[in-house]
């Protein structure tokens, strides 16, 4: 058992009970190649429940003060993260996200950068669009409805997979292909609440 799984195996059994996650639309990530998972951001434990609830590792981009973290700088890239600087352009990451879907694994992110203060959907960072038009991946919405309080429900809706193909023959721009994702996502959390 790899670690990740032992990982993944740990936090199920924590966190499956305690917000009784319930999964929909987990057929919708493809079984193999690059896929591109952005979800909104609504509390700090969305990358955790990402990760257990999707079929496939997830290869979460993570800002980099976590990294600085005395446990969590051991764990985090035995968990297939890797550190973004937040507020620039940080060309090592970008490397690093692209690196990950052209060998055909699954890229989580959170292309609103941050935590929704509201929860409400906040605009979507460029980087989203950027590496679906950049490389072959499929992107997957994901839309978590909260709230994040002990033994209440908790939805996690993975949408069907958007294939940018088109879109990179039009050459849309980095910042339309994110708006795509983000009116996905919406349309996920409005269809789902």
């Known amino acids: 058992m790899t670690f990740y799984s032992f990982a993944k195996f740990i936090v199920s059994v ?3 009970p305690l917000y009784r996650i319930n999964v929909i639309g987990e057929e919708n990530i493809p079984k193999e190649g690059p896929v591109l998972l952005c979800s909104n951001h609504i509390d700090n434990l969305d990358p955790p429940v990402v990760g257990i609830t ?4 997830v290869h979460f981009m993570a800002k980099e003060e976590v990294f600085h973290v005395p446990v969590l ?11 973004v600087k937040r507020g620039m352009s940080d060309r090592e990451a970008l490397r690093t ?5 052209k060998e055909g694994n699954l ?3 959170f292309p609103e950068g941050t935590r929704s203060k509201t929860g409400e959907l906040q605009k979507g960072l460029a980087g989203a669009g950027f590496f679906a038009l950049r490389t ?8 978590i ?3 994040y309080k002990a033994f209440q429900p908790l939805k996690v809706v993975y949408g069907k997979p958007i294939d940018f193909a088109e879109y990179r023959k039009e050459k849309v721009s980095a910042e339309e292909a994110t708006l795509i994702i983000m009116n996905s ?3 996920l959390l409005e269809k789902n609440k």
Do not use: N, Q, Y
Request: charged residues 20%; aromatic residues 2%; hydrophobic residues 50%.
């Open 14 to 16: 924590i966190l499956k």
């Open 54 to 57: 999707s079929p496939r590792t």
């Open 73 to 83: 700088k051991t764990i985090l890239p035995k968990l297939h993260a890797f550190p």
């Open 97 to 101: 996200a692209i690196k990950v879907l």
């Open 107 to 109: 890229l989580g992110l």
């Open 136 to 143: 072959d991946a499929v992107v997957v919405p994901c839309a």
């Open 145 to 147: 409805i909260g709230p």
């Open 185 to 187: 996502i919406k349309e």
